[in-house]
């Protein structure tokens, strides 16, 4: 997996400046939060503001994303 170093920051910059993680998370869809220079975290933008999202679609994503991951799940299983 490729990870662009734009959307990588560290736990500090997160604790001091989370409003502004939370724009770049809005904007790149996702940030990865880093301890140590290790990827901790990954904080993702999933609605538009005030856009509401139902049970059903969420259960929807739910499955999606751990479909999409079944791999990493048996890896980390092992």
């Not at 490729?2 to 400046?17: A, K, W």
């Not at 869809?29 to 856009?51: C, F, H, W």
Request: proline letters at 1%; charged letters at 25%.
């Amino acid at each position: 997996m490729l990870i662009d170093s734009r959307t990588m920051v560290s736990i500090t910059e997160v604790n001091q400046n989370f409003s502004r993680v939370a724009k770049m998370a809005e904007e790149t869809g996702a940030i990865y939060v880093l301890k140590n220079n290790k990827p901790l975290l990954k904080i993702s933008y999933i609605a538009q503001e005030n856009e509401e999202v139902g049970d059903n679609e969420a259960l929807e994503l739910a499955a999606q994303l751990t479909q999409r991951s079944q791999k990493s799940y048996e890896v980390l299983a092992q």
